[in-house]
């Protein structure tokens, strides 16, 4: 049975003090300093790994775009069974014209002249190499010939200024103090192949380099 509370109980319960909890108070000038300090450390541990991330993402982006440039010269030249030529060059508009360079900022694929009468090379496709990435540096021949069936070949009349040579090529790209260089291979077959010089070529490595 419930009891009723006398007059004195339910004064006693009515005096008693109510507790609130605290209002939610912000960060004090100390706080909110050793926040800020402890942030600044750990961007400054961070930064040398982000830089390397950055180098090797620019790396990758220039190897990707060399081989797949390469690629595209085999497979014109197999396509269109003539005689392609892949260019290094330092020209923003290989279309009309061009000079294969060693390391060149711009790659282009043209066809090779046939005729005594025709004069250059004929222009298939073309693009940038290194201009979001000035940095990287590409070593390797500046030009490379392929024949109708796709093999890499010798011509002295490219139309580019610089003689082919027929024999497998290597491009390596990488940017002055980078941990990961990358090297794109082109066999005397045409293969284009991109691969890690870190690593040796194997079963447990397919994406390494051959060993030497």
């Known amino acids: 049975m419930h009891q009723r509370l006398d007059d004195e109980e339910v004064g006693l319960l009515m005096a008693k003090p109510i507790h609130r909890p605290h209002a939610a108070r912000g960060f004090t000038l100390v706080e909110l300093m050793v926040t800020v ?48 030529v892949f260019s290094l060059t330092a020209d923003t508009n290989p ?60 011509n002295t009349s490219p139309g ?7 024999q497998p090529a290597e491009y390596r790209i990488t940017i002055p103090n980078a941990d990961r260089p990358l090297r794109v291979l082109v066999a005397l077959g045409g293969q284009v192949r991109l691969c890690d010089p870190a690593k040796t070529l194997s079963n447990a490595h397919p994406d390494g380099c051959p060993a030497r």
């Open 95 to 154: 279309s009309d014209g061009l000079t294969a360079v060693e390391n060149g900022a711009n790659w282009s694929v043209n066809f090779i002249p046939l005729l005594t009468d025709e004069t250059g090379s004929t222009f298939i496709e073309g693009g940038g190499l290194t201009g979001l990435a000035p940095d990287v540096q590409i070593t390797g021949p500046a030009t490379l010939c392929f024949n109708s069936l796709g093999r890499v070949v010798g």
């Open 37 to 84: 300090v402890l942030l600044g450390i750990l961007m400054a541990m961070a930064l040398p790994a982000m830089n390397g991330w950055v180098r090797n993402s620019r790396i990758r982006t220039v190897a990707d775009t060399l081989q797949n440039g390469l690629r595209l010269a085999q497979a014109e030249a197999v396509r269109r069974s003539r005689q392609t």
């Open 160 to 166: 580019t200024g610089v003689t082919c040579n027929a």
